[in-house]
């Protein structure tokens, strides 16, 4: 024979409304913070983009030309070609220039003095807008556009 089972109170078998209110709240919160988080994952690479804009790490370096072809261009800068101003590489920090550009036919990048250059650097390259194209760490040749 079967025996009667004893009765659950109702209050102990159904949840109480806050609870069920806060569990379904939290749900919702975790998964708008999941679907978050796949969203920024999928532009990542565009969120955690950095730009150097020193010479610090370039290690584009331009191959001095032979000195009978010194009067050759040596680079492009906005179509104009680039002529060396002296072959003598000059020591500058990386820190203290600019990339203002790049010529990608011979891979180098060119920089000018940075605001933060000290007075004997700004000295050495004298006036008037000098490019400089890097030949080693802290190394720098001038250059400048050549006449027309």
């Known amino acids: 024979m079967s025996e009667p ?25 975790f998964t708008l913070l ?8 999928g532009k990542r690479a565009e969120l955690e983009s950095t730009a150097e804009t020193t010479a610090v790490g370039d290690m584009a370096f331009l191959a001095l030309p032979d000195p009978a072809k010194a009067a050759a261009p040596v680079a492009t800068f906005d179509g104009a070609p680039l002529s060396l101003v002296d072959a003598k590489p000059v020591e500058i920090r990386d820190t203290h220039t600019r990339r203002v550009g790049r010529d990608a ?14 007075a004997a650097e ?6 008037g807008r000098t490019l400089l194209l890097k030949t080693a760490v802290n190394q720098f040749v001038t250059a400048r556009p050549a006449a027309p």
Do not use: N
């Open 5 to 29: 089972s004893p009765e659950i109170p109702p209050s102990s078998v159904h949840a109480q409304p806050w609870a069920i209110r806060f569990g379904f709240a939290v749900l919702v919160g």
């Open 34 to 41: 999941v679907g978050l988080a796949f969203m920024d994952s």
């Open 105 to 118: 036919e011979r891979g180098v990048s060119i920089y000018e003095l940075a605001e933060t250059a000290t």
């Open 122 to 127: 700004k000295a050495r390259l004298g006036s």
